[in-house]
């Protein structure tokens, strides 16, 4: 059923079920309450991400691709301060555990998954070596700078920047992205164009200015409903993480899962279309966003609260950071891809959520 604006009724149903919960629900600790909350989160992720993609569909790519980045680290940066104003030990750390669990899944998970289930289909698919090394230049010049070389400075103890590195590096990030963003729209915006697009969902007539104006109205609600609700589940995730006997980073891990589980659905559907250019363009823009953009937010956070963020990563940590960052780079600057690249990032990814269980 659809109404006159083309929008499914769900998307609409949803924010309002959303808000309902919030009111009503979250006064409550059951298992049933948290269990239906914890399916409204979800509905609510995915309602927002879907929403995106109707703005997306009427201002095109590789601005659809952008949107939909910006729309998931929106949510990703709601929750990680929503989380940290909660104050605690594990406040410290969450901002750091989020961001490195959302770039192994996107890099390993969500790129390895699209890689072999494309090939599976198609055996061989392309992308642009411009946009790949692109990306690539950018993100690994974020994730070195926020996640790894708070290791190594010696202005205070412990893996983390004082007041003025942290500033610094956070201006940093966002004039990487800042320049990325302008290569991938404006200065070279055919190196991320999807080649050779023929399906007929590309040819469906983009929506009216009323039907992506009330999207729009409707992607905003969406999105501070997932940021209240996240907020009232974290502490039964966090104590589900006890009971396991798992590390605290584990809590990271969940609620990267929960943000990026739609956009990895999307990623995974255009490359099983042979749109891997469109499926890349959301996993490395999404990494991108997700550091350069969630960073300098925490470090302001950090500034007006007078609290401290820890950034740096383990050991074994960054040794599988660099290992994705090398698989991912050399399974896209070819321009080709195929079974292998998809099959060894899986198997890298499945070592990593090993290891956050089994450290």
């Known amino acids: 059923m659809k109404l006159r604006l083309s929008i ?26 948290i269990v239906f909350l914890s399916v409204v989160l979800i509905a609510s992720v995915m309602a927002s991400v879907h929403l995106a993609e109707v703005i ?23 929750l990680i301060v929503s989380l940290m104003s909660s104050g605690g030990e594990q406040s410290l750390t969450l901002a750091r555990d989020t961001i490195f669990a959302a770039n192994m899944i996107l890099l390993n998970g969500i790129v390895g998954l699209s890689i072999f289930l494309g090939a599976l289909k198609f055996h061989e698919q392309e992308i642009t070596k411009h946009s790949a090394t692109s990306a690539l230049v950018a993100l690994i010049s974020i994730l070195m700078l926020t996640l790894v070389l708070p290791n190594f400075t010696t202005s ?25 963003v302008f290569v991938q729209s404006v200065r070279h915006r055919d190196y991320f164009l999807p080649a050779g697009e023929s399906n007929e969902e590309h040819h469906a007539e983009p929506p ?5 104006l009330f999207s729009l109205l409707l992607l905003l609600a969406c999105l501070g409903a997932v940021v209240l609700l996240a907020k009232s589940l974290s502490p039964a995730i966090e104590a589900g993480v006890e009971k396991m006997g798992a590390p605290p980073s584990l809590v990271g891990v969940i609620i990267a899962m929960i943000i990026l589980l739609p956009e990895g659905i999307a990623a995974i559907q255009a490359a099983r279309k042979n749109r891997l250019q469109t499926s890349m363009n959301l996993a490395l823009g999404s990494a991108l966003a997700s550091t350069g ?41 070819t321009g080709k891809t195929n079974l292998l690249y998809g099959i060894v990032l899986l198997m890298v990814f499945a070592t990593y959520l090993f290891t956050s269980v089994v450290p």
């Open 56 to 78: 997306a569909h009427k201002v095109g790519e590789p601005f659809g691709t952008l949107i939909l980045a910006l729309a998931v680290t929106i949510i990703e940066l709601s």
């Open 293 to 333: 953009l969630t960073i300098p937010a925490v470090a302001v956070f950090s500034l007006l609260s007078g609290s401290t963020v820890i950034l740096g990563i383990s050991t074994a940590s960054t040794a599988l950071l660099l290992l994705s960052i090398f698989i991912v780079m050399l399974s896209l600057v």
């Open 208 to 212: 009216s200015n009323k039907t992506a």
């Open 8 to 33: 499914p009724l769900w998307l609409i149903v949803t924010p309002v079920l959303a808000w309902l919960a919030i009111a009503f629900g979250t006064g409550h600790a059951g298992l049933p309450v």
């Open 156 to 180: 205070v103890n412990g893996p983390e920047y004082n007041r003025s590195q942290l500033m610094f590096v956070a201006f940093v990030c966002i004039i990487i992205y800042v320049a990325f």
